[in-house]
């Protein structure tokens, strides 16, 4: 049985009780990655108001943690197609979890760093298999929806971790939130162990009866809740995906796109957002009052993610993010131009909405949506490695822009990075709208 059969029996099932828990389970993992992920906007914050840290130590952790990511999502690329979504989802949060619980008793800010690195492997391959796991299992007609969804849940973690750093950093200090960090990894592993194999994979891989076990399922769950239309698998299912064909078209362009896109939302992400206490404490602030700045401006991100799971599907896929993208050049100069730390605050918000459309938009929808499932993680993968590459470098350079220039100086290199993006994914990105997740693929360059 081919994977575009598969498909095609999955595509035309209604939302089932099964795919709410596989949802669930995804869900409650991504979120804790994004909890940890968004850690460091306040842990650096903290540690550099009490000495602990520098300026330039606090951008060697980013980095450290991006380094970390981008080899985690390359291999989790490699390790997730030859060997399934389910064990390559279970194995990196054990190590995560491990150097989370470890990096609350880092002696020194060298320390926290190599750690923050061990940690980046286990949050890259989270990443990468979540987002594709939702799309392998999700009907094509609401895919973007329940994918976004899945990045809204992501995003809920940055004012998780905000509120949490708010509440608990001036009184227990910042280590408190490595154990809270670890704490979510050991509930997400126990919680995922009943997590299933994706069907498409395991067609892929040869494991047919597997596939037809787990389908049969769902089918079964859903007729209990009507007629299933019929099963409208395409000729072209029949042709072989070698992995090679990643690096030929239309794939490379594909492959292109996605790399672009995914290097530019990371720039904003970890060369502004994950900042942005950093730089109220730079520019006077205390740290409560800086946290507090920082949480409401992270209110923006589960409302901004949410919008792009919604408007993806309503809209299209090219042009919310082209929308957004325009949109939160506009309010970048609007954050730039403001007087008061109030009214920053307020910007910031609603600058934090079109970007967080962006991440659910990319991350959790277009870019998956770009690969088969025979070499669908390789080629996330190697989009996600090349965004986190593109994090590595790019926080180096923050704390010597603001430092010289201040906040427009950040906002100016945002601004270039989301213009780049309008002009890629207008120009070569291909409009995958509600096609199965075999067929999107196959559409003209």
Request: hydrophobic residues 55%; proline residues 5%.
């Amino acid at each position: 049985m081919s994977v575009n059969t598969i498909g095609a029996r999955l595509d035309r099932l209604p939302i089932t009780p099964l795919h709410r828990k596989i949802f669930g389970l995804v869900a409650v993992g991504m979120f804790f990655e994004g909890f940890d992920i968004y850690i460091a906007a306040s842990v650096l914050g903290a540690a550099y108001k009490s000495g602990f840290s520098t300026l330039a130590q606090n951008g060697l952790f980013i980095s450290a943690t991006f380094v970390g990511m981008t080899l985690g999502a390359l291999l989790t690329g490699f390790w997730g197609d030859r060997y399934g979504r389910r064990v390559t989802y279970q194995t990196n949060l054990i190590l995560f979890g491990a150097a989370a619980l470890a990096s609350a008793f880092a002696p020194n800010m060298e320390t926290l760093i190599v750690l923050r690195f061990l940690m980046g492997l286990g949050l890259g391959a989270e990443a990468v298999v979540g987002y594709s796991i939702i799309t392998e299992f999700f009907p094509a007609r609401v895919r973007g929806r329940w994918s976004g969804f899945i990045g809204t849940l992501v995003t809920a973690g940055l004012p998780a971790s905000a509120l949490t750093a708010w509440l608990l950093v001036p009184t227990f200090g910042w280590r408190m939130m490595f154990v809270l960090g670890a704490l979510g990894a050991l509930v997400a592993w126990l919680l995922r162990r009943d997590l299933p194999e994706s069907p498409r994979w395991l067609a892929a891989a040869g494991r047919e009866a597997e596939a037809e076990a787990l389908v049969a399922k769902l089918e079964q769950s859903a007729s209990a809740m009507g007629p299933l239309p019929p099963v409208q698998a395409s000729a072209e299912d029949e042709v072989p995906l070698g992995a090679g064909q990643l690096f030929r078209r239309p794939y490379l362009t594909r492959l292109i796109v996605g790399c672009i896109a995914l290097m530019v939302v990371n720039t904003l992400i970890y060369g502004f957002i994950t900042w942005l206490p950093t730089f109220f404490v730079g520019q006077g602030e205390s740290i409560a009052r800086s946290t507090g700045f920082a949480l409401v401006m992270a209110l923006g991100g589960p409302i901004g993610a949410s919008l792009g799971a919604v408007s993806a599907d309503a809209f299209g896929r090219k042009p919310t993010i082209i929308g957004a993208s325009a949109i939160a050049i506009l309010l970048s100069v609007l954050f730039g131009l403001s007087a008061s730390s109030t009214m920053t605050a307020v910007i910031g918000f609603l600058l934090t909405i079109p970007i967080y459309v962006l991440v659910a938009a990319l991350f959790a929808i277009y870019v998956p949506e770009l690969f088969p499932t025979a070499f669908r993680l390789r080629g996330v993968g190697l989009c996600n490695a090349a965004g986190r590459s593109a994090s590595i470098v790019v926080p180096l350079f923050i704390g010597p822009l603001f430092s010289q220039y201040g906040v427009g100086g950040v906002l100016t290199l945002m601004a270039s990075a989301l213009m780049i993006m309008i002009l890629v994914v207008g120009t070569l990105g291909i409009e995958p709208g509600r096609k199965g997740a075999e067929e999107d693929v196959r559409v003209a360059a």
